[in-house]
């Protein structure tokens, strides 16, 4: 059997051992105080900037109607534009294929015709 002394042994080892536990969350919730503290104290330091989302608005709708009157109709030298460009960009892709500085394409303009379903 168990001795008294061997019984009153363990338990004053386990009390020592629970106070050296206690000693030690002690001193990790100071340090945890101390840390909330400093962090409080920093965010209590930050400030944000006061936007006035009224005149924020009021400037963008200013900037959206300048835009919507300076816009206007396409014409009809827009459109002969725009044909003008992409003819020239096409004449510029095929120069440069047949100079050898742009890879041929995947598929023939005879394959891409048939494809078309328009």
């Known amino acids: 059997m168990i001795s008294e002394t061997t019984v009153m042994m363990l338990i004053a080892i ?4 629970m106070a ?4 030690k ?8 105080e101390r840390l909330k503290a400093d962090i ?14 009224d005149d924020l608005k ?3 709708m200013g900037m959206v109607e300048d835009l919507m009157q300076s816009m206007r109709i396409p014409t009809i030298a827009d459109h002969l534009g725009g044909i003008a460009s992409n003819f020239m960009q ?10 050898g500085m ?3 394409p995947q598929i023939s303009e005879e394959q891409f ?5 328009f």
């Open 40 to 53: 409080e104290k920093s965010l209590a330091s930050i400030t944000m900037p006061d936007i006035n989302f």
């Open 102 to 104: 742009m890879p041929e």
């Open 58 to 60: 009021e400037e963008l």
């Open 90 to 99: 096409m004449k510029m892709v095929k120069m440069q294929q047949n100079m």
């Open 14 to 17: 386990q009390f020592g051992f």
């Open 25 to 32: 969350l002690d001193l990790k919730k100071g340090e945890s």
């Open 113 to 117: 015709a048939e494809s078309e379903d």
């Open 20 to 23: 050296f536990v206690l000693m």
